[in-house]
């Protein structure tokens, strides 16, 4: 039998924030996170930190006293080097929180949502948070690998992602299942435009964690198409989606 595949984030945590900087659409996506999740000096676990840089953005833009959990070692340690103090960070899973009922006022989850059991996480998220609480989230829409810059050159990333990432309604209802029956969302669709040699660093760097569900002859290939037909600039259309689950 063949074992599953996972993506590995211990192996991309090290330049993480490098090959994916936070450019006009992270910051259209920070933006209505806080805006629907209302945010601002919230106490707040964000799930899923990665390198910490949500949880950062919302202790200096936002005034929240922020966590952050994530259940890969690397991502974490590179977290704990880089957040502002004041900010807190666990390694943990998102269905296994290391924190008491009710401890918290929001739960965020940016580009986590896809990677975990929902159910389970959002049952978490719901135990967490206080009677009032929220549960902030955010990702891609399910046209969003209809139209991605990547699927030319590796066309199997289309239905892989559209397998991991739930639709909207998928989402909406998994949050009402979970105890958040007043749900809110906003789609945003943002355009960021590489130059040729910044798309094929991060496709070198494997920058998206798709790469590492793909057959490696499809990488191979799809990079040398790549790197014969990428133009000079690139426009990349970003369709992600906040959901913001209320619990009362
Ligand atoms: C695509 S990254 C997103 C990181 C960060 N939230 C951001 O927006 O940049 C997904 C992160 O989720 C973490 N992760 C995946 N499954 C998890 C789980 N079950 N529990 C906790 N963290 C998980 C990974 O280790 C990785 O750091």
Redesign the pocket.
Known sequence: MTPERRPD?DARARD?DTL?PPDDAWWARFEALVELGALRGQRIL??????G??AAALATEARAKVWG????EE?VSIARATVPAGVGIRQ????SLPFRDSWFDRVT????IH??DRGA?LAEARRVVAAAGRAAI?TFHEDHFETYWLCPYFPSIRDIDRARFPTQSALEADLVTAGFPRVETRRIVAETTLTRAEALRRIAGRHI?TFDLLPVEEIEEGEARAGRDLPAEIVIRLDQLVIVGRSA
């Open positions: 984030f993480y994916r964000d799930v899923g930190c990665g390198t840089r949500l959990v994530d259940g890969s991502m943990a899973m998102a269905d989850m940016s580009l986590v990677l975990v996480a955010a964690s």
